[in-house]
């Protein structure tokens, strides 16, 4: 695995609130929310940069940081008053690490683009 920050996050060697986890994916409060809920979902076992870097044979994991999202979503009792995920791919997106990653925002209303509003 590289060693960016969600990777250090992932190996414990940085502090996160983890919010969720199973044997493939890990979520994490945003340490810069967006929304009054907004966690972040990693794949533990694999550091893939990008979107645009994910293969065919690698899209089971996509899936699943979906269902890790929506069965956190479930979990915390907002899933009926929805909830946004988002997956940003490269500087122009947002993507700030790269590491994919899926963000979930609730907890209130949400304007365009993620922001409350």
Same mark, same amino acid.
């Given at each position: /695995?590289?060693?960016?920050?969600? !990777? $250090?996050?992932? @190996? +414990?060697?940085?502090? #996160?609130?983890? &919010?969720?986890?199973? %044997? %493939?994916?890990?979520?994490? $409060?945003?340490?810069?929310?967006? !929304?009054?809920?907004?966690?972040?979902? &990693?794949?533990?076992?694999? !550091?893939?940069?990008? =979107? %645009?870097? =994910?293969?065919?044979?690698?899209?089971?994991?996509?899936?699943? =940081?979906?269902?890790? !999202?929506?069965?956190? #979503? @479930? +979990?915390?009792?907002?899933?009926?008053?929805?909830?946004?995920?988002? /997956?940003?791919?490269?500087?122009? #997106?947002?993507?700030?690490?790269?590491?994919?990653?899926?963000?979930?925002?609730?907890?209130?209303?949400?304007?365009?683009?993620?922001?409350?509003?």
């Amino acid at each position: /695995m590289t060693d960016t920050l969600f !990777a $250090k996050i992932i @190996r +414990r060697e940085i502090p #996160a609130t983890i &919010v969720y986890e199973d %044997d %493939d994916v890990l979520g994490f $409060k945003d340490i810069a929310p967006q !929304a009054p809920v907004h966690v972040l979902f &990693v794949p533990k076992n694999e !550091a893939i940069p990008t =979107l %645009d870097d =994910l293969k065919p044979e690698q899209a089971p994991l996509a899936g699943k =940081l979906m269902l890790a !999202a929506a069965e956190y #979503a @479930r +979990r915390e009792g907002f899933a009926q008053d929805g909830y946004r995920v988002v /997956m940003n791919c490269r500087e122009h #997106a947002g993507q700030t690490v790269f590491h994919i990653h899926l963000h979930l925002l609730a907890g209130a209303p949400l304007g365009r683009f993620g922001t409350p509003g």
